[in-house]
Structures are given as structure tokens and as C-alpha cells.
């Protein structure tokens, strides 16, 4: 019997899905935006190299508006949605606003923004979810709860040490030791 060769998505098509100029893929903060913030972090593989061609969305499911991005001409159709590419260095960023709570629920829902992973190897996108270290909303989020105690920190933005307050980092780690927690859709 002889193997049959593998497929790989892509190849990404960056000039049609990432504007000129517009390295970090920023979302326009809204009038009722409570912080601006800047969400950046490295995709590695399962050997911890980084992942320079992965393509990344970011959604904010209780976005309230759309808008016009701040660096170029264009309306994003969508509230709370943005894309970006990797850099050589596996490493991407967005500027959005520090997502909102969704209190008036059954079950309360912690601040978090939605991430679809596009990369080499992968037959479809992976999908987590960023949570934001130290907001009191975590402890009562059904979904973060759900995860194993010991594998939650994978879901955690944590605060840039030494930089601006309003900078975020969280890394992706595809597969192997830390590997972020993906959840089916």
C-alpha cells in the first residue's frame, strides 16, 4: 500500500486578508470600549519554534459596534473582529479594547476575546479562547471552570511585566509541553 501525500492549508493569500500597513490588524475601540488594550503574544509548534506564517481572527463576542480602523480607510463589518499574520518571529499583535463581562446571563461569562488559529499542517483552524489574568469574572465563567485547574494558565493573558499596563501577552503553543487548551466548535 502506498501513503498518500499530505495537505497542508493554505497557501494564505495576506495581500487580501491584511490591509497595507496594517501590521497589527487593530480594531477600533468604540465609544463604550472601557480600555484600550494591546493584545500580542508568539504561535510556537509543538518544539517551541516559532510559527512565522500562521494567521490568526480575534472576535469579541459582546463587541458593541463596529467602526473604521484607526491606520487605514476601511470598515470592519464585524464587531469585535480583527486579523493578523504572524511575523517571521511567530510573534502577532492586535490593538482591541478590553472586552466586556456578560453578567446578565444563567451563567455569568468572564471578559474574553474568541481565537481562530490558521497554520501549516493544520486540516482546520483551532479555536481558544483568551481570558484575562486577575478579573474577578474568571472565577464564576462556566467554560474556564470546566477546564482542569492545571491547564487554565494556557487561556491566560497575563499583564506585560515592565511595560504599559494596557499591553496583554499570551502565547500559543500548538501541540507538546503547554500546549494551549483548543476547544471544539
Not at 67 to 89: C, L, M, Q, V, Y
Request: include cysteine; hydrophobic fraction near 40%; glycine fraction near 8%.
Amino acid at each position: 500500500m502506498q501513503r498518500t501525500p499530505s495537505q497542508t492549508v493554505g497557501p494564505f493569500f495576506l495581500d487580501a486578508l491584511i490591509h497595507a500597513g496594517d501590521e497589527s490588524a487593530a480594531q477600533p475601540a468604540s465609544a463604550m470600549a472601557t480600555e484600550i488594550i494591546v493584545l500580542e503574544g508568539v504561535v510556537a509548534d509543538g518544539e517551541g519554534n516559532p510559527v512565522g506564517d500562521a494567521f490568526l481572527e480575534i472576535f469579541d463576542p459582546f463587541a458593541p459596534n463596529s467602526g473604521t480602523h484607526p491606520n487605514a480607510d476601511h470598515h470592519i463589518e464585524s464587531a469585535g473582529f480583527a486579523r493578523a499574520a504572524t511575523h517571521a518571529n511567530g510573534e502577532f499583535r492586535f490593538i482591541t479594547h478590553y472586552p466586556g463581562a456578560a453578567t446578565d446571563r444563567q451563567a455569568p461569562v468572564a471578559p474574553h476575546l474568541e481565537i481562530m488559529i490558521f497554520a501549516r499542517g493544520l486540516l482546520k483552524p483551532l479555536v481558544t479562547c483568551v481570558y484575562f489574568d486577575g478579573d474577578a469574572h474568571n472565577e464564576q465563567d462556566s467554560v474556564l471552570n470546566a477546564v482542569p485547574a492545571s491547564r487554565r494558565a494556557t487561556l491566560m493573558a497575563r499583564r506585560s511585566p515592565g511595560a504599559n499596563p494596557s499591553h496583554w501577552k499570551f502565547d500559543i503553543r500548538l501541540q507538546g509541553a503547554n500546549e494551549t487548551v483548543f476547544f471544539d466548535f
